[in-house]
């Protein structure tokens, strides 16, 4: 049997992004390449590990990845809609005829907080938890850490740090773990108090400096060393790529997760905002919403009307050091219940959690079609946000 196999390029070899490229072998006519700047798998959820020297944040690609789906290690500077190539930094292009845009999440450091960018490092990706690794180890035990946001990312941080016995101040925009129901931040409250982390609640950092942080009230707090852990951020290719986004630079998709400008680039993970109205950043979310990616491809491929968006949230996990934990619940629709698993049972919890973030993948290589997640039911969204004519932004 002879045919024209379709060429799909994923940009992106993230949870969302390698798990579309493996679910896209449901069909033998798919030609795939995956595209990724780092030749290894950066397991994000472990980054905090990887920076306190606890644990390890990279994965080969050749465990991940299923036969027949093609690695190439490089940039994408642009996706040129009118050629239908994948431009890439090293000079060369890729022609596709599907687009999986699943290029992830970045750091979100603001450039309007004097110093942040230039003292402050982040976590979000590989390359700057490698070099905050890196002045960990040639900083003394006791000299004091900041560690700026008060979410998820910045208490595992803190916490990794202060198991250590290292002086961490843990500064809160909001209150302490604002996703949380209020007795499992009570929960992580007492865990930072008894392991000596000063926690500033309600604090606006105006300024970083080499060796201090200056708050909007004036108030300056030595710091040896600043992590900022205060929030995402998304790359700037499909605003470069003359597509249309959301203010965060998200691309901006209908229900099937298709770009409102053009049917045959289709988002996933952290970078997509379907219907104006995104999902939580998350890796709980990335693969459902690679396989849902990955699911319109085939249907357009099929001649079928792709599905909608049907995915419901569970809750999230949070690690308090190595050997504390929590397991927060959730209503479908992502708010924080009251009811929450701590202490080890929370930690073997989130253990568990971040080792099927990964073993998810091998298994949709092993066996395309395979992924599961929760159902949520259709969308509240607006009306109009829908219509692919109407310009969002």
Not at 76 to 105: E, H, K
Not at 260 to 287: E, K
Request: charged residues 20%.
């Amino acid at each position: 049997m002879h045919y024209t196999p379709n060429k799909v390029v994923v940009i992106g070899g993230g949870y969302a992004g390698t798990l579309a490229a493996n679910h896209l072998r449901m069909r033998p006519d798919v030609d795939i390449t995956l595209v990724n700047p780092r030749p290894e798998f950066v397991d994000r959820v472990r980054l905090h590990q990887f920076v306190a020297g606890t644990g390890e944040a990279t994965v080969d690609y050749g465990t991940l990845l299923g036969e027949g789906v093609r690695l190439v290690v490089d940039s994408v500077t642009r996706i040129d809609t009118a050629a239908r190539a994948v431009r890439l930094a090293s000079g060369s292009a890729l022609d596709y005829d599907y687009v999986i845009y699943a290029v992830g999440s970045t750091a979100a450091v603001p450039p309007s907080v004097p110093g942040a960018a230039e003292f402050a490092f982040d976590i979000a990706e590989f390359e700057p938890a490698r070099r905050l690794r890196a002045r960990l180890a040639d900083l003394p035990l006791d000299a004091p850490v900041t560690v700026v946001g008060g979410g998820l990312t910045g208490i595992e941080t803190a916490a990794e740090l202060a198991e250590q016995g290292r002086r961490v101040t843990l500064v809160c925009g909001q209150t302490l773990a604002p996703s949380f129901g209020a007795p499992g931040r009570r929960h992580i409250a007492k865990w930072m108090s008894r392991h000596g982390v000063a926690v500033i609640e309600g604090a606006v950092v105006s300024e970083v400096r080499a060796d201090s942080v200056v708050f909007a009230d004036g108030g300056v707090r030595t710091s040896a060393l600043t992590i900022w852990a205060g929030g995402f951020g998304v790359p700037g290719l499909a605003a470069a790529s003359g597509l249309r986004t959301d203010a965060l630079g998200r691309l901006l998709t209908d229900e099937t997760l298709t770009s409102v400008d053009d049917d045959r680039i289709i988002a996933a993970g952290d970078a997509a905002a379907p219907s104006g109205q995104p999902l939580r950043m998350s890796c709980y979310a990335a693969g459902p919403l690679g396989a849902q990616a990955a699911d319109t491809v085939l249907s357009r491929i099929a001649g079928t009307e792709p599905t909608v968006i049907n995915l419901g949230f569970s809750g999230a996990c949070v690690s308090i050091g190595r050997r504390a934990g929590i397991r927060q619940f959730a209503r479908k629709d992502d708010t924080a219940v009251n009811a929450y698993i701590g202490g080890r049972m929370g930690a073997a919890i989130k253990e568990m959690t971040c080792k099927l973030a990964v073993s998810r993948i091998r298994r949709e290589a092993r066996k395309p079609g395979s992924v599961i997640y929760l159902k949520g039911g259709p969308r509240p969204v607006t009306p109009a946000v829908t219509d692919r004519g109407v310009a969002l932004s």
